[in-house]
């Protein structure tokens, strides 16, 4: 049995119109999944489902064998932890400290254990030289950062960043695309939410989404070299696979050019 499990499952927002439509889909533990689609498409629909945000209208999801219901919810959320694209609306506390707490304590960890973590996490993050500052006080990307904190000090199984680097500048995001891989290689589900190609290329395999179904699901390699299935998600290629595309177009450059152009691509 997969860590994820959605099976059969649909949404709609309104009757006329499935955000998700019929999906099937299981994650292993470990793994670093990356959900790509254009806008619409039902990336972040997805993602509000897995946390139990919204409640799938058929189907089922299940989440380390829990089926996740209204009786489940709770536990389903000590699991899955979820950063979201704006920082500002997730900022719940008055300043650093009490945001990175707030999380906790719903679990109710126990106080001593709390500030630890607290200490810990926001170290993790180098924000622990602003625990007293209130939101306002913040930029963008450190206000991500602490909503990353608050979710790693609640040790949850999977993190979901949906579109979490959207709204920074280049610094920031590679900032947290490096918080990515180092979660994942200490061992944490990692499901990225995303319409860029620079973030989806760094995770071991890719969903594609179009119009709320599942249009390709495969090994990150795989799906970028599948130039049909991006062209039909409407998703645009980067520069040096657009460029291993061409060569293999016209059969030309051999296995070391397209693995150049792949680490290229890497490096975004």
Same mark, same amino acid.
């Given at each position: 049995m997969s860590f994820i499990e959605m099976e059969n499952v649909t949404f709609s927002y309104r009757s006329e119109d499935?955000?998700?439509?019929?999906?099937?889909?299981?994650?292993?533990?470990?793994?670093?999944?990356?959900?790509?689609?254009?806008?619409?498409?039902?990336?972040?629909?997805?993602?509000?489902?897995?946390?139990?945000?919204?409640k799938a209208q058929a189907g089922t999801i299940r989440v380390d064998g829990i089926v996740l219901d209204e009786a489940t919810v709770h536990d389903v959320r000590e699991r899955i932890g979820i950063v979201f694209q704006n920082p500002d609306n997730q900022f719940v506390g008055v300043n650093v400290r009490d945001d990175i707490a707030f999380g906790l304590e719903n679990l109710?960890? $126990?106080?001593?254990? %709390?500030?630890?973590?607290? *200490?810990?996490?926001?170290?993790?993050?180098?924000?622990? !030289?602003? @625990?007293?500052?209130?939101p306002?006080?913040?930029?963008?990307?450190?206000?991500?950062?602490?909503?990353?904190?608050?979710?790693?000090?609640?040790?949850?199984?999977?993190?979901?960043?949906?579109e979490a680097t959207a709204m920074l500048d280049p610094k920031g995001?590679?900032?947290v695309l490096e918080y990515m891989r180092q979660l994942n290689e200490e061992g944490t589900t990692v499901i990225t939410i995303t319409h860029e190609m620079k973030e989806a290329v760094l995770s071991d395999r890719i969903v594609v989404l179009k119009d709320g179904a599942v249009l390709k699901d495969g090994p990150s390699k795989d799906i970028l070299k599948d130039r049909?299935?991006?062209?039909?998600?409407?998703?645009?290629?980067?520069? $040096?696979?657009?460029? %291993?595309?061409?060569?293999? *177009?016209?059969?030309?450059?051999?296995?070391?050019?397209? !693995?150049? @152009?792949?680490?290229?691509?890497?490096?975004g």
């Open positions: 499935k955000a998700i439509d019929d999906v099937t889909l299981s994650i292993e533990e470990g793994e670093w999944v990356s959900i790509l689609g254009h806008n619409g498409s039902g990336k972040s629909t997805l993602s509000k489902l897995l946390v139990g945000l919204l109710q960890v $126990p106080r001593k254990e %709390m500030i630890e973590r607290i *200490e810990t996490y926001a170290k993790k993050v180098d924000m622990f !030289e602003f @625990l007293n500052k209130e306002q006080q913040l930029s963008g990307g450190q206000k991500q950062r602490v909503a990353i904190a608050g979710i790693l000090a609640m040790r949850t199984d999977v993190i979901i960043f949906d995001k590679r900032r049909e299935t991006l062209e039909q998600s409407n998703l645009e290629l980067l520069l $040096p696979l657009e460029v %291993m595309h061409r060569l293999e *177009e016209k059969s030309l450059g051999d296995e070391r050019i397209k !693995e150049h @152009l792949w680490a290229l691509s890497l490096n």
